[in-house]
């Protein structure tokens, strides 16, 4: 997927919202748990409700990994499903990944080839040589944790740095804006601290943010507009628990499509303010 | 296992050597890829030549993701042979994991009954909320990157923080450290920079040390054992391509045993050192 190929996208849905995948096999409906791939079944009904609303879809790997080798193949076949159902669709990987030069090109492997995903977050911690690899692979994205919006960002990723006022976050997104330009590389920047990404937009003006937190979490949508929004949208906000488990009668994708809708109404509504 | 279990396996065979089960399916001996599990094949063979030598194993989960579902296969099968082989083997899943509580949870059960592996590395980036998940399992550890040994540790991990003369690593290691004990905790210290290591035991004197980067790396034995060794010695050194790969042909079990053999009289010969 390319840089103008998303904005293009967005434009034609009215929106940047991506739907998290985070399927827990014990919070799905009690119908579907009967299925001999309850997780899958979930996941297509959920996509079938939400295609039109949605721009990005965003697994996270736990939910997959904590089931195995059967967790394995329903993440593949949903990346299939989606494939099938939207070729357009922005696939993320939400792995969080990290590791030295050979093991991260084996992952990289893993989630653009074995798997199709066009994006993969990953941890910074490591550095350059880490991320390197995933870059290698023509047309996907590195998506790097930069503010995420868990308590704990606390502990390390508001420390100061010696010599400037810059915290660790800000730096990590610095240093990873040289590694790769906006049409491969985006970060996460947690929406329950929309008062920071007005910070985060000075240093990287044109890429784009990975929102998480808006939701379950309790992020504003409207600040997050307010402070991180650029000339080609530059934002995705993902929403997982908040759409995938509103109900949890045999009518959950209908309720999940209302509150994915609500989501895409609202950012409709905000679409003047794009230039283009 | 505990911290004193640990260490009398440690005693009893006179090794501190962890064999690193990173098993690329291109690398192993052609006559295995005929078999119908190669890769169980061959880790079997390896954990037969070497499980009297080494008090730990370590399986870098990308080896096995990214062949998907049969690569999972093969690491649960890998952890089953060694616990029947060896009960009191430390097995560690190398997975730099790191992630939100819910998600974090998720990876604990994976890792932790899912997969019976006695510790997990996990990447600091995220904070104490993204660890204290996995140290809700009694008995098992976490093991923290605190230096790593690539070179993209300079990145990040040597940035120099405000207000003291700390590196980032030094002051995740402080934190982290805080978190949990030396029964419960473990932390990544490269070995491609032993003279680190005597500066992080002042920060850490009781904790493990899990050194990677000795063998293919590149790393000193003898600097790591000088700088790093407490008086329950402290320190599991990782060595995982210099033992798998000395040799592709059908005798690569006896070559892997050579080299571990190698590294284990290394460490016997400096026992005297280990007061008890």
């Known amino acids: 997927m390319t840089y103008e190929g998303l904005y293009e996208q967005i434009l034609k849905k009215r929106s940047f919202l991506c739907v998290g995948l985070d399927t827990d096999i014990r919070k799905i409906p009690s119908q579907l748990r009967k299925s001999s791939s309850p997780v899958l079944d979930f996941n297509r009904a959920i996509i079938d409700a939400t295609h039109d609303l949605a721009i ?34 922005f696939l993320i990987a939400d792995a969080k ?66 010599n400037g006022s810059m915290h660790l976050y800000e730096e990590v997104i610095r240093q990873g804006a040289a590694w790769a330009g906006p049409d491969r590389m985006m970060f996460v920047a947690g929406a329950t601290r929309a008062e920071l990404i007005s910070g985060i937009r000075r240093i990287i003006p044109d890429h ?57 109404t609202a950012m409709s509504t905000i679409f003047p303010q794009i230039r283009h």
Chains 1, 2 share one sequence.
């Open 56 to 89: 990005a879809y965003k697994s996270n790997m736990a939910f997959y990994e904590s089931r195995g080798a059967a967790g394995w193949e329903d993440l593949a076949r949903t990346v299939e499903y989606i494939r099938a159902i939207d070729p357009s669709a």
């Open 208 to 264: 784009f943010l990975l929102v998480p937190g808006i939701g379950a979490q309790g992020g504003s949508l409207v600040e997050v507009v307010r402070t991180g929004m650029n000339d080609h949208c530059g934002l995705i906000i993902n929403a997982s628990r908040s759409i995938l488990y509103a109900d949890d009668s045999a009518g959950f994708a209908g309720k999940a499509r209302e509150k994915a809708k609500e989501l895409q």
């Open 97 to 162: 990944r990290g590791d030295i030069g050979n093991t991260a090109a084996l992952y990289a492997r893993t989630f653009f080839e074995e798997l199709d995903f066009d994006a993969v977050t990953l941890s910074p911690y490591m550095g350059e040589d880490s991320v390197r690899p995933f870059l290698e692979h023509s047309g996907k994205w590195v998506i790097l944790l930069g503010l995420t919006s868990n308590p704990g960002a606390e502990d390390f990723q508001f420390l100061r740095l010696q």
